[in-house]
């Protein structure tokens, strides 16, 4: 079946990269997601990959796949206080194009 | 702003009691989905819409969720009968096309006491 695993947290400093990743396992998934949630808001689309691509820069983002091993990774350079959310990673379910989610990253910036 | 709007924003119910939660989707975004995300844990598949068909619906669904979009626009998600294990947010999402990334409403909270 459909599952995608997370970490739960990730603590850096601020300045620092932080990297969260994530291990899904429906090899014909044709997009992967990261939706980042702050408290008491929906999800916010941040970036996305197509299963063809190997890496998507997008500003501070990196997006990385791994398909052999249905790895996604999120690098955020110069982690800022105002990145501390909760990171989720998502696959597109190839019927009907629903998202599958994560447990969700909590991503804490230290100061 | 012309993002995915949902109403109400908390919805405080007794057990038992019927609710109705709205979503407007972004204009011209044929899919909409619903999720709901309980405390620690991800978003979790209820259903989707094509236009107004609804095309498919998790076993996450019980016979006391019913879910409509009548015009293919907007959408209600009603539970009755709500039971203390409905607390939740309830999150809308629409996409343009099948391809199309999820854009997320900012959810309906719901508390059953």
């Known amino acids: 079946g459909e599952d995608v695993e997370q970490s739960l947290f990730l603590s850096v400093r601020e300045g620092d990269s932080s990297v969260i990743n994530c291990t899904y396992t429906d090899s014909s998934s044709t997009y992967l997601y990261w939706y980042k949630q702050e408290p008491g808001a929906g999800l916010q689309l941040l970036t996305y990959?197509?299963?063809?691509?190997d890496m998507k820069q997008d500003q501070r983002l990196t997006v990385l796949l791994n398909k052999k091993d249905k790895h996604l990774s999120l690098r955020i350079a110069d982690t800022q206080t105002g990145d501390s959310a909760i990171y989720f990673c998502?696959?597109?379910?190839?019927?009907?194009?629903?998202?599958?989610f994560g447990q969700g990253t909590e991503l804490s910036v230290k100061p | 702003d012309t993002g995915v709007s949902q109403n109400p924003r908390h919805k405080i119910t007794k057990r038992g009691q019927n609710v109705t939660f709205r979503c407007d989707p972004i204009s011209e975004h044929n899919r909409l989905y619903w999720y709901r995300q309980t405390l620690g844990q991800g978003p979790e598949f209820l259903t989707y819409?094509?236009?107004?068909?609804?095309?498919?619906k998790s076993r996450l669904l019980s016979d006391r969720f019913s879910a409509e979009r009548p015009k293919g626009s907007f959408s209600t998600l009603e539970i009755q009968r709500t039971e203390q294990g409905d607390s939740a947010m309830y999150l809308c999402?629409?996409?343009?096309?099948?391809?199309?990334?999820?854009?997320f409403g900012n959810g309906t909270r719901l508390t059953v006491t």
């Open positions: 998502a696959e597109k379910n190839n019927q009907g194009g629903k998202l599958i």
């Open positions: 819409f094509q236009n107004e068909a609804q095309l498919e």
């Open positions: 999402a629409s996409s343009l096309s099948f391809n199309s990334p999820l854009h």
């Open positions: 990959i197509f299963s063809n691509m």
